[in-house]
């Protein structure tokens, strides 16, 4: 028989039996529920203080170096094509600055500001700087606009205002000129932000390899350890704990169901009896139970997936992330057709003659 036919018979087998295949989906919804509504609710507050705990500067990876290291601003695009890598930027020596209409006004260190080349389109003219906020206000600025006086004497024109990212506002006050990475010019300070906590580790081995200086004594990789420490201890103990209970309630869940499909088989044990005596293999018998116990399977998962999507969202309960409802849907309908297997079995193996004989 074709497959197509084979399905159009399974849904009117499983239509026939309307109590054993009702039951079976709300089992299977059951599944489901109990465990998003379970374990899916510890995977969404497990995502969500991950997520609190992935803030910027824990993710943030910061590289120290001494004029005699010889790092250069060209190591900026050699690490923002790493793929675990969402941000890089570099200042270079910071030296400090006033404003020059304000005599003994308060300074701010001016540094260069290195962006990677591809997403910097131009550099700053010479002798120009530009200010954020808090920069301008310590200077006394009404306007971004004027001039500063560094320490070692250079006159900056400041021609315009720089708007601070999360990544730069640890670096506050800022008064900057900006360059692209590939200017090749000697930075003091590189800045570089992970895709997450977790890739840290793997983003600092890599920077280490390609920082290209002439030599790591007095360079500094620093990160923040602690953040990273609770990270996986969050991680590990409520995943541990969601892989217990899922497990417990899946092999639960599979016994009961292989109940209900005996007793499916039981009740329909005469149909197959008469299927095999017009001549239909054991193959077709197996096929056609397995695929009615998939067919109901998936509709229970869907049925229980739902639910449990607006259970959660009305009560304001973290969602598990998408593939997770996926995984367990498409789980609930695996053991399912596990657990019909042995009946599945039983009711292929059946005499034809025993089954249709008249008590």
Known sequence: MKLGPLFGE?????????????????????????????????VGAQQSVLGSIDNISARQLIVTAPEDAGL???????????????????????????????????????RVLFQPSATHSANDALGSARVSTPAQETLGMQLPAGAVVTASGDLLGV?????????TEPFEPLLVSEKQANANERIAT?????????????VEEYVATVLGVQSMQGVSI????????????????????????????FGLTGVLVAAVLYALVFLRRKDFGRRRALG??????????????GILAAGGAVLGSLVSALWLSSTGD?????????????????TA???????????????PIRELRVA
């Open 10 to 42: 399974a849904l009117r087998s499983a239509r026939s039996q309307k109590v054993p295949s009702l039951l079976a989906i709300l089992l299977i919804a059951g599944l489901c529920v109990t465990v998003l509504l379970t374990s899916g609710r510890a």
């Open 72 to 110: 250069r601003s060209a190591v900026i695009d050699r690490i923002a094509q790493y793929s675990l890598v969402t941000k890089v930027f570099a200042f270079g020596p910071a030296v400090d600055a006033r404003n020059t209409v304000i005599q003994g006004g308060d300074a701010v260190p001016f």
């Open 159 to 167: 021609i315009g205002s720089f708007e601070p990212s999360v990544f």
């Open 190 to 202: 590189l800045v570089i932000t992970a895709r997450s906590v977790a890739d840290l580790d793997r």
């Open 222 to 249: 620093q990160k923040d350890a602690s953040v990273a420490q609770l990270r996986a201890t969050v991680d590990n103990q409520l995943g541990s704990f969601s892989s217990g209970l899922v497990a417990a309630i």
């Open 280 to 293: 239909a293999s054991r193959t077709l018998i197996l096929a056609l139970i397995l695929i009615q116990i």
């Open 318 to 334: 973290p969602l598990p992330p998408t593939p997770y409802f996926a995984g367990v849907a498409i789980l609930a309908v695996i």
């Open 337 to 351: 057709l596990i657990a019909a297997v042995l009946p599945a079995l039983s009711a292929a193996r059946r005499d």
